[in-house]
């Protein structure tokens, strides 16, 4: 188990660090829906690192889900 808590922490710290790195986007619109998507994924992988209940988890897991088939 720590194994696994070591690569979401790792996953947790990527996603984080794409807020600064800003995905190529100079534009202030396009980088605020950016900086949204990936506040989305942080809030996520937060989530799932503190085994917390998340509807917004458990909504993007789904979907994740969907997309495989």
Not at 4 to 27: M, P, S, V
Not at 52 to 62: A, C, G, N, R, Y
Request: charged share 30%.
């Amino acid at each position: 188990m720590k194994e696994n808590k070591e690569t979401i922490k790792r996953c947790l710290d990527i996603a984080k660090g794409c807020f600064d790195y800003q995905g190529g986007y100079h534009n202030e619109k396009e980088l605020n829906i950016y900086h949204h998507g990936i506040q989305t994924v942080v809030n996520c992988l937060n989530a799932f690192y503190k085994n917390e209940i998340s509807l917004q988890l458990d909504i993007v897991e789904q979907i994740g889900k969907r997309s495989e088939l």
